[in-house]
């Protein structure tokens, strides 16, 4: 989510940073500063330089601030621990150690507790000062940065990416992660360490890519890269060769899989507004309906096509088990022809990422002239549904140029939870504590997103053997059900395979007769309350003969037992599940097509916007 740039070199480091941030600020946008040596050679110093706001108010500071060292770090951030303000932004720096970090440190509670039993002065709220301080301590004790960070490295839970250096090692920086990106230049005399390659491209085209529990160490022009237990490993260094479609595309083959890789941002970006982040509450700012409106609402229709609806079905289970309103989710083509009773004190909410289907259009018109309220979920501002309804939530995704929709589907279900938690905060449905822990799971999501794009990899190894099932089976329960049903339209659409979503428990009520050996599962089972009746119906697609994906949480042993495959997500409470679980089906599906030479961009017989019947 964070924005992260290191320099060292002959250059200006501030330049750098601040033109690399600049590449970054998508990333980040509540605060960001730097730390740049400075100083004379024999007595250097990291002088901090902070701003709360957009990167332009860094920049201003900037302007009359001179550094006389060759070794830098800055940092765009995006708050989850700790409201956006400069005492938050990083870098942060304790006893001469600075760094800048990107993601959440799960136990960051029982660190700051072991700290401040043994005297630790906090100076902001943030879980990355935490880590400046296990550092600074074991620096002490090594008397070396690398040594320090491979001794608190075991020490941290979590998504993270994370790049420190040290005032008495001028010349050394040392990053490691698990979960969002790093990425390493290596240019002539000067090296560029960032979360984005977009950064480093103006610098050097020569990039190594940082996996998972690798630690990278520069000390000069010289870099290495080692294991998390400290043994040495080699790296492939890739050249980057972009042409001026590439450069829009930023590196990667079709736009599909670019927006996929942006969902952690537009998920960020659709909460932004929406949340009291001293308050961890809810307000829906500039909607255009009243809390008194909200209130009187005693049923919901949700009206979409396609991807959009599926996000509805999840919208469903959200908003009954949150708010206690009775829904109703239709798919427009339906509910327009079908002579819809609409109670009084109902709400249709519509949802179109163009805000122009011409289906859900002719709906919310009917809604209107029947009485309801009505609330729409757009990614286009001024469009025909965003125009013509009473309320309006905005994805803020972003241009989406794939066909096949990713990231307007997360940043829908993100704003669907947000609603969830407003309407069952007005109705008096849902505890202030509930709430809270609700949202702070939904701050949690975009570095846990990051965590799971890492399965990019596998489904791009897999998929030459995924292609050649005769079908696949997506299934879950619940709140999951609709990320199967995602998962199958998202097959058809850019593969052109067979493929079927069903609720789980539905199997033995037909599908299984379509289980055999030939026939790929893909099990969507999170630990939730439908965990162990999602289990039982996996063995039973297993005796079957079924080949098995499951996509469960944690380290789970039950799971790896019975598939052919499993694939961890990060712990997360129910109403998150479905924004992570979206990433692998959505990645299974590109990869599958792309090795089936499909144009993934722009499938056969599809359009983006479908304004007419």
Not at 139 to 154: I, M, Q
Not at 501 to 528: F, N, Q, T, W
């Amino acid at each position: 989510m964070c924005g992260i740039v290191g320099y060292y070199g002959p250059k200006d480091p501030k330049d750098v940073i601040v033109g690399g941030l600049k590449r970054l600020e998508y990333r980040g946008y509540d605060s960001a500063g730097v730390a740049i040596l400075d100083g004379p050679k024999n007595d250097q110093h990291f002088k901090v330089v902070r701003a709360e706001g957009k990167l332009g108010e860094l920049a201003k500071k900037l302007e009359t601030v001179s550094f006389t060292g060759h070794l830098g770090i800055g940092h765009t951030r995006w708050a989850t621990h700790g409201v956006p303000s400069e005492r938050n932004a990083h870098p942060h720096t304790v006893d001469g150690v600075s760094l800048v970090h990107n993601g959440i440190i799960e136990n960051y509670q029982d660190i700051k507790a072991d700290l401040a039993r043994e005297g630790a002065v906090f100076s902001s709220d943030t879980d990355s000062e935490l880590v400046a301080h296990l550092l600074a301590r074991k620096v002490k004790e090594t008397g070396d940065l690398f040594k320090a960070v491979e001794l608190v490295l075991p020490m941290l839970t979590g998504a993270y990416s994370i790049l420190a250096v040290w005032e008495k090692q001028p010349d050394v920086m040392v990053a490691f992660k698990n979960g969002p990106p790093l990425i390493v230049g290596v240019g002539e005399k000067e090296m560029v360490i960032a979360s984005d390659v977009q950064a480093i491209i103006s610098h050097t085209n020569k990039v190594v890519y940082l996996e998972d529990f690798e630690i990278v160490f520069v000390k000069g022009n010289d870099v290495k890269f080692f294991s998390a237990a400290g043994a040495p490993i080699k790296k492939e260094v890739v050249t980057i060769t972009w042409t001026a479609d590439q450069v829009e595309k930023a590196g990667y083959k079709h736009f599909m899989l670019k927006e996929i890789h942006e969902q952690p941002r537009a998920v960020a970006a659709a909460c932004a507004p929406h949340v009291n982040l001293e308050t961890k509450r809810v307000k829906l700012s500039d909607v255009g309906l009243s809390d008194e409106q909200l209130r009187g609402i005693e049923r919901v229709f949700i009206i979409a096509c396609g991807t959009s609806y599926y996000a509805g079905l999840a919208g469903k289970y959200l908003i009954e088990q949150l708010a206690k309103i009775p829904v109703e989710c239709d798919i427009a083509s339906e509910f327009r022809y079908r002579d819809p009773v609409i109670p009084p004190r109902s709400l249709i909410l519509t949802i179109s990422q163009s805000g122009e289907t011409a289906d859900t259009l002719a709906a919310l018109r009917l809604a209107k002239q029947a009485g309801a309220l009505t609330l729409s979920i757009c990614n286009v501002r001024a469009s025909s549904i965003d125009r013509e309804a009473h309320g309006h939530l905005y994805m803020n995704s972003g241009p989406e140029i794939g066909v096949a929709s990713t990231k307007a589907f997360v940043s829908t279900l993100a704003l669907l939870n947000l609603l969830s938690l407003y309407l069952g905060q007005v109705r008096g449905a849902l505890s202030v504590k509930d709430e809270q822990h609700a949202l702070e799971q939904l701050l949690a999501a975009p570095s846990q997103m990051e965590a799971v794009l890492a399965y990019d990899k596998f489904f791009a190894e897999a998929a030459q053997k995924l292609k050649a099932y005769k079908g696949i089976l997506f299934m879950g329960r619940g709140i999951n059900y609709p990320i199967a049903l995602e998962g199958a339209l998202k097959l058809k659409e850019l593969a052109y395979m067979h493929a079927e979503g069903y609720a789980a428990g539905e199997m033995k009520h037909g599908p299984l007769a379509l289980i055999d050996e030939r026939m790929l599962i893909v099990m969507v089972c999170p630990s939730d309350r439908n965990y162990e009746k999602t289990l039982s119906n996996l063995e039973e697609a297993r005796a079957r003969g079924g080949r098995i994906i499951s996509i469960g949480t944690g380290d789970n042993h039950a799971l790896k037992a019975v598939s052919d495959h499993y694939l961890s997500l990060p712990k997360a409470e129910w109403n998150v599940n479905p924004i992570l679980e979206s990433i692998p089906v959505q990645l299974l599906a590109y990869h599958v097509a792309n090795a089936m030479g499909h144009d993934v961009d722009q499938p056969r017989n599809l359009a983006k916007s479908v304004t007419v019947e």
